[in-house]
DNA sequence: GCTTGACCCTGTAGTTGCTACGGGGTTTAG
DNA sequence: CTAAACCCCGTAGCAACTACAGGGTCAAGC
């Protein structure tokens, strides 16, 4: 199989297929006499899972550890166990920060579009004054002045 | 102020506060006789602008349209809200799709757990023969063997 | 006066996960 | 025999930073 009919089954882009031979996550395939990439089913199947890691949100460094994992005859299922974990946490991390942002958004576009004149409510939540979190300013060291501003 | 300084009171990374100059988000400040740069309150507020921006989800190249119509005396609240809608529905939908990933995680994760033995769900699930969506392979236009495979 | 350390400067290269390009070679249908 | 469709390689680009290396500045303490 070459590589376009290996990228279109496994449903990733071909130039895909070359980077991550390149990054070595994929092994290199055999060739063909004119140098063309002839890959075999396990090849494919390798590429299938990679894809699937992918469409599941792992990196691609989780996705070589579950490829490893996954080679070892030792068989370390809670391994795999403990990285699916951590992953999905991460996930519903991020999961939860857009449904704030999301929350926000809206409250603020709705507030916006009551008032269609001179202020935009959207615009005056990105200016205001709200101080980020917790942040300290690096000890001044009774910065004196700064007078001698130029050009 | 010194950058440490912005950086700090607008809760962003001090590289970060450069970087936003080269790539003229933030204009270039005055600068003190050593060649500091000194920033004015202004300078610190669309500094704030831009990390809530961020925080918000906004792009940064959305955040540059945001400042523009933002300065424009024309007033193009309309044109805020478009922004803000639709980007908004992004964060949906990648809310989404998260949600998505989530819930096949969890699912996988859950049965894995319960055989602590040979098969990992978790892996099955990777290598599973599952075609991918939609995706036809490009007409192997009779695709004749592939017999000379060398190396 | 001199050192120490915190701060600042520039420019460049690295990160992740691709995608796109230029400039070529190969294969096969018509 | 030519044109289209496919393949090769190497490099550069994207977003949005972050992290150096290799220097300069400045205030304080001894």
Redesign the interface.
């Known amino acids: ?2 590589i ?2 290996a990228a ?4 990733c882009h071909l130039e895909t297929v070359r980077y991550y031979e390149r990054i070595g996550l994929l092994p290199k395939p ?4 004119s140098g063309y990439r ?1 890959y075999s089913d396990d090849d494919v ?1 390798r590429l ?2 990679i ?3 992918r ?3 792992f990196s691609l460094d989780e996705i070589r550890s ?1 490829l490893q ?2 080679s070892d005859p030792g ?1 370390s ?2 391994e ?2 403990q990285l ?2 951590t ?2 946490g991460e ?2 991390q ?2 939860k920060e ?2 704030r ?2 929350k ?3 409250r ?2 709705v507030t ?2 009551k008032d ?3 202020d ?1 409510a ?2 005056d ?4 004054e709200k ?3 917790t ?4 000890k ?1 060291r009774k ?1 004196r002045a ?1 007078t ?4």
């Open positions: 199989m070459k376009g009919e279109a089954t496994s449903g055999q060739r063909t006499g002839a199947r299938r899972f894809t699937r890691g469409e599941l949100g579950l994992l996954s068989l299922c809670s795999v166990d699916a974990r992953h999905l996930i519903e991020r999961v857009l449904s942002m999301a926000e958004l809206r603020t576009i916006c579009s269609q004149r001179k935009c959207i615009l939540a990105l200016w205001c101080s980020p979190t942040n300290s300013a690096p001044p910065s700064m001698d501003v130029h050009s």
